[in-house]
């Protein structure tokens, strides 16, 4: 009767799909997260570029600064994926696109390679110290280099997957620009 018993075929398929179920279910919510982390990477890029698009114009608002339209450029066209703060957003200028993301010259006293307080430096952005990285602040003149850069974190859609990948996952979206040859006085 036991022998009987184990030969017969009935319920053999809800025990396979018991064992396979977990592992299916697992990989499509990955897939999904992973699609929406791809989705929202996507539509941040392309709100960077729209806002980038408006600054190296030179166009100016009547009542509201260069800067702050790219930053609510950024947000609208983020479509409320990401909550995206001023703190998110650089806009940084630059001398040249060689200079992009490298530190201010420094005078290397000790000849450790970095830089100790103390040390002679060149500062190309103005704000009276040594920066890891030269950009001054701001949405630039006609013909300089820009760097739109927004870093946010992208918190996951479901908690199945946070012991893996946290409950969120750092992102980032930048473009680097040169500017038109706008008139600074007519804005545009």
């Keep these: 009767m036991l022998r009987a018993f184990l030969r017969r075929p009935d319920g053999s398929a809800s025990l396979e799909f018991a064992f396979a179920a977990p592992i299916l279910i697992l990989a499509m919510i990955g897939?999904?997260?992973?699609?929406?982390?791809?989705?929202?990477n996507a539509v941040v890029e392309g709100a960077v570029r729209s806002a980038s698009r408006f600054g190296l114009t030179g166009q100016t608002t009547t009542g509201i600064s260069r800067e702050e339209v790219i930053v609510e450029k950024i947000r609208d066209g983020s479509l409320g994926l990401v909550?995206?703060?001023?703190?998110?957003?650089?806009?940084?200028?630059?001398?040249?696109f060689a200079d992009v993301g490298r530190p201010e010259p420094f005078d290397d006293a000790n000849?450790?390679?970095?830089?100790?307080?103390?040390?002679g430096f060149s500062d190309v952005n103005g704000n009276g110290q040594w920066?890891?990285?030269?950009?001054?602040?701001?949405?630039?003149?006609?013909?300089?280099v820009v760097v739109y850069r927004v870093r946010y974190q992208r918190g996951m859609m479901t908690g199945l997957l946070m012991d893996s990948f946290g409950a969120s996952v750092d992102m980032a979206a930048?473009?680097?620009?040169?500017?038109?040859?706008?008139?600074?006085?007519?804005?545009?």
């Design 83 to 96: 909550e995206i703060t001023t703190d998110d957003i650089d806009v940084l200028v630059y001398p040249r």
């Design 131 to 144: 920066d890891s990285d030269m950009g001054a602040a701001g949405a630039g003149g006609p013909g300089e």
């Design 111 to 119: 000849g450790n390679g970095a830089f100790d307080p103390g040390e």
């Design 31 to 40: 897939i999904f997260e992973l699609a929406m982390l791809l989705f929202t």
């Design 174 to 188: 930048s473009i680097a620009v040169r500017n038109e040859p706008f008139d600074p006085a007519t804005g545009g």
